[in-house]
């Protein structure tokens, strides 16, 4: 299967479609025509004209006052990556980078750009031939576009710097050479092209809106079966509540929780107790709240992902070359830090409520086994979850309030979007295990209000968490059934649940 890059909207559904099903790329003839006709403006430009142009006459950032010869240009281009390649820390992950070339390849399509169509064809060969450039997640300021990373997704091209290829790290060179491609003569703008741009931050952004959408559903999921082992009230889930403060997520969240709750006998028996604590009875409002940012920041990345993000942006029809600041991560940098903090409170909450389940209240065993004291039970999954809740606080510092000048203070005002990009994945991912927590705690607590039973739909998902991870009767090694419900939250198809 073929998927024909174009300039129309690129949705998150067709990214995941095209990884999941392994589908290859090629360029559109509308986006073939639109990067042909940029890259032939550009080139009777600079025949043309005396002035200045930006970053392709001049050199770059507070270097802007220096005119290049024309027979230096192409020059100018390659220096510019190999400079910039300036990455450090630990390796991008491969599917984060297998989404850098994606979007860089959609981004270029647009036609605004000046590349080469050859240029961009060989990064769709290393997207279809699996070639992963590595990339490092330390270097980028997220405002001159991700300037580092994306400078070593395309040194490859000048058969520079390493690739990932089959599971094996090696050099660009070699693999130019197994696919007998030569290094491609980047042209005047190419470089600059190719380096500015947003798509190191917008990648992470794909990853973890995807990402966060599931451990928001899980979040659900897991605080349902909580809600029933602590013999909880529906109350507070009433829709007549919502109506009258219908902020969309809170609604959604109270409907999802009366639907997964249907037919429960334990949800509908008689209660002792008249109202529940926070971190249950105000779960709409908390979850909810997290479900509408997850829902601002999805469209702030769909926005991004569909947009030209390089300097400067040619108009051939307006016979314009424009140096301007779309490369500026701000609306990156500012969802997600709001990300983190809507993540971070789902973690915060969970908790709180598994803290409620092992601490002996309502008819519950302590620590959740029958003979507590001799058994610790489930005393330090607790602990686990209140470790890793409070780091999510500490990452939870916004990277967007902060600013540092560079390239002379040209560049004097920076997003640090991708520092915020970094450290949202971690806070996702201590979530992730937060959740695993939880509903390994839940599915324990709630064998102790058997013989009833909860609705169809969660005793299924329960029984199928048991296939995997048993009941726990005395004391055992638990770090490995936490590791059990993390991949249980990887791989349980939670749309059964919730849709």
Known sequence: MIFKISPEELKLETIWNIFDKNIKLSLSE?????????????????????????????GFGSLHKKTINKDQLNKLQENLVMSHACGTG?????????????????????????VQVETIQRLIDFYNEGIYPVVYEQGSLGASGDLAPLAHLVLPLLGMGQVS???????????????????????????????N????????GVYIITMAERLSAFADIASAIS????????DPFFECIHQIRPHKGQVE????????????????????????????RCIPQVHGASKDAISYAKSVILTEINSVTDNPTIFPDEDLIVSGGNFHGQPLALIFDYLAIALAELGSISERRV??????????????VANPGLNSGFMIPQYTAASIVSQNKQLCTPSSVDSIPSSNEQEDHVSMGANGATKLLRVAENLEKILAIELFTAVQALEFRRPLRSSELLEDLVKSFRESVPFINNDKVMYSEIEKSVDFLKTYNWRRIIE
Request: with cysteine; hydrophobic share 40%.
């Open 253 to 280: 969240t109270a409907r999802i929780f009366r639907e997964m709750l249907d037919g429960s006998q334990l949800i509908s028996h008689k209660k002792a107790h008249v109202q529940d604590p926070y971190s249950f």
């Open 227 to 234: 809600l029933e082992a602590y013999d909880g009230r529906l």
């Open 30 to 58: 509308e986006s073939v025509k639109l990067i042909t006709v940029c890259r032939e403006y550009l080139d009777r430009k600079l025949e043309n004209t005396t002035s200045p142009i930006y970053g392709i006459t001049t």
């Open 197 to 204: 741009g947003t798509q190191f931050m917008s990648s992470y």
């Open 355 to 368: 803290y409620r389940l092992i601490a002996g209240q309502r008819e519950l065993p302590e620590f959740l």
């Open 90 to 114: 630990p390796a991008v992950r491969e599917a984060i980078v297998r989404l850098m070339l994606l979007l860089k390849i959609h981004a270029l399509s647009l036609g605004k750009s000046g």
């Open 165 to 195: 290829y089959k599971g094996k790290i090696i050099d660009s060179e070699a693999i130019l050479s197994k696919f007998n491609w030569s290094p491609v003569e980047l042209k005047s703008k190419e470089g600059l092209a190719l380096l």
